[in-house]
Nanobody
């Protein structure tokens, strides 16, 4: 079992920055990847950024060059640094963790943190 708790969301002006944090606890040493998803009202949840156990990162095209995902080596915390926030970025941002078992893939989710971009 893995528990994820996000923090760092809030209100920011267009062009501003925020850093989201995801604190992981439990069987974190078994995780293969962690990531951030977002879901805006009326839209499907979408992958924003992900990082694997080897440090490989992946970003949605809409955030490349603006967002940076990082983690500590122990998988205790994953961060999402968001720069140059745009009006299309507001959403609830969810932390995700993936674990592969003999039974297949397990996904763990945090409760989400709201990001609002407004002047």
């Amino acid at each position: 079992q893995v528990r994820l708790v996000e923090s760092g969301g809030g209100l920011v002006q267009p062009g501003g920055s925020l850093r989201l944090s995801c604190a992981a606890s439990g069987s974190t040493s078994s995780l293969s990847a962690m990531g951030w998803y977002r879901q805006a009202p009326g839209k499907q949840r979408e992958l924003v950024a992900a990082i694997t156990s080897t440090g490989t990162t992946n970003y949605d095209d809409s955030v490349k060059g603006r967002f940076t995902i990082s983690r500590d080596n122990a998988w205790n915390t994953v961060y999402l640094r968001m720069n140059i926030l745009k009006p299309e970025d507001p959403a609830v941002y969810y932390c995700n963790a993936i674990m592969w078992t003999t039974g297949g893939r397990l996904d763990y989710w945090g409760q989400g943190t709201q990001v609002t971009v407004s002047s």
